[in-house]
């Protein structure tokens, strides 16, 4: 062993192990995968998968009461914290055969608890993206938002991201890498 005492080499080694154990808790993964699209999300996210659509609504841990809350403005639900984000194949959009744009066009016109501060166009999975931040009015006053609109296989994808405006900085780098994992099922 180099030199090194055996009884100082059994406690580096049970540190080590102990300490590569806890790690890999720290980044525990479930993929959840429906008929379009898969994400992995970190154990410290709770989750809900939608039963008659393509969805999965998502928050830290500590807001899980968010997803049993339908019926609140999301300003009186979040006043004091919280962050939630959806990802869903947007059955909404009533216009068939359609181009991206129009698609685009039409959710930024909708857009009733929101002023947009800007838009920027990506991708995602190699789709066709376009990006929106912007800030809560109405009943999402004190909210802070991002929005990304997709279109795969000429359908329209939505995926959001809010939070009071206290917590918006600190959980989005744990959506963005949820965002990097988003991949459609084909």
């Known amino acids: 062993m180099n030199g090194m005492s ?4 059994i406690p580096i080694l049970t540190i080590t192990v102990v300490l590569s ?9 479930t ?6 699209f898969s994400i992995d999300i970190p154990d410290n996210w709770t989750y809900e998968e939608g039963v008659l659509n393509s969805s999965v609504t998502l928050t830290p841990n500590e807001f899980g009461v968010l997803l049993l809350n339908n019926t609140e403005p999301f300003n009186e639900t979040m006043k004091d914290g919280g962050a939630f984000s959806s990802f869903e194949q947007d059955r909404t959009f009533p216009i068939k055969n359609a181009d991206f744009d129009l698609y685009v066009k039409y959710k ?6 929101m002023q947009v501060t800007s838009k920027q166009n990506g991708t995602i999975d190699n789709e066709t993206a376009v990006k929106i931040y912007g800030d809560g009015i109405k009943s999402f006053s004190g909210i802070k938002i991002v929005e990304y609109m997709i279109w795969h296989d000429k359908k329209p994808y939505f995926i959001r991201y809010l939070a009071n405006v206290k917590d918006f900085e600190k959980y989005l780098p744990e959506f963005e890498q949820i965002l990097k994992t988003f991949k459609f099922v084909d």
């Open 6 to 9: 055996p009884l100082l080499f």
């Open 21 to 29: 154990l806890s790690v890999s808790n720290v980044y525990a993964l």
């Open 31 to 36: 993929t959840v995968k429906n008929t379009t």
């Open 108 to 113: 930024i016109d909708r857009q009733d608890g």
